[in-house]
């Protein structure tokens, strides 16, 4: 009985990402469903992609948090639209959520949305927003076995970030065992080792993004 209402909630909110995703086709953006763990650096990825970004292509987020508005003052100090969530206790976005705030963005005159979701490994893999495209961010400092743990994030998702690889040689972490199981899991995910602090890989991460879009 549980499963089955399990089951119908994320029916429910196949539904209506089905409707976000035409919205987002009609105004032709290109919609990424940024996703991590807490803390493994969603926020400073996504100000250092804007940097690179936004002279050439048009960015908006959505910022999904369980409470508060500190990472919206952070992409809005960049001087790009952005909208803030904030989910009062749901530990990840949902299609309505996103649904509901697409009035407040520009979004015709966007190239790129990113969706950036709340900080869990869980269920944000699970709940469809209208997205093209979803991302998982994993700091090396959460150590190497969370693409076995978490296998859907990783099966889910086009990309894998390996962030603050700049303190590897402080970790006992295996980068490489990182990149092998999530690519057991997902054999087409495409895999970038980035430093938000050196700079280190940003510009290729950067890049593929650029070709998809364009
Ligand atoms: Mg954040
Ligand atoms: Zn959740």
Not at 26 to 40: D, K, T
Not at 115 to 124: A, D, K, T
Request: include cysteine.
């Amino acid at each position: 009985m549980k499963l089955k209402v399990t089951t119908n909630i994320l029916t429910a909110n196949e539904k209506i990402a089905e409707g976000n995703e035409k919205i987002f086709a009609e105004a032709g953006v290109f919609v990424l469903n940024l996703m991590s763990s807490p803390g493994a650096g969603k926020t400073t990825l996504l100000e250092q992609t804007i940097a690179r970004l936004k002279d050439r292509v048009k960015v908006g987020v959505i910022e999904g948090d369980i409470a508060g508005a500190d990472d919206a003052m952070r992409i809005d100090a960049l001087g790009v639209p952005v909208v803030q969530i904030n989910t009062g206790g749901a530990c990840h976005l949902d299609a309505n959520m996103i649904n509901e705030v697409l009035g407040d963005l520009p979004l015709d005159d966007l190239d790129i949305l990113v969706i950036e979701n709340v900080g869990n490994l869980v269920c944000p893999a699970e709940f469809k927003l209208g997205e093209q495209m979803k991302v998982v961010v994993l700091s090396i400092t959460e150590g190497h076995d969370k693409p076995l743990k978490y296998p859907v994030m990783f099966q889910e998702s086009k990309a894998l970030i390996i962030n603050k690889i700049d303190l590897r040689p402080f970790l006992d972490v295996d980068v490489e065992k990182i990149r092998h199981d999530a690519i057991s899991l997902n054999p087409d995910i495409t895999i970038f080792e980035v430093s938000c602090k050196t700079g280190e890989g940003l510009d290729a991460w950067v890049s593929w993004i650029e070709t998809l879009i364009s």
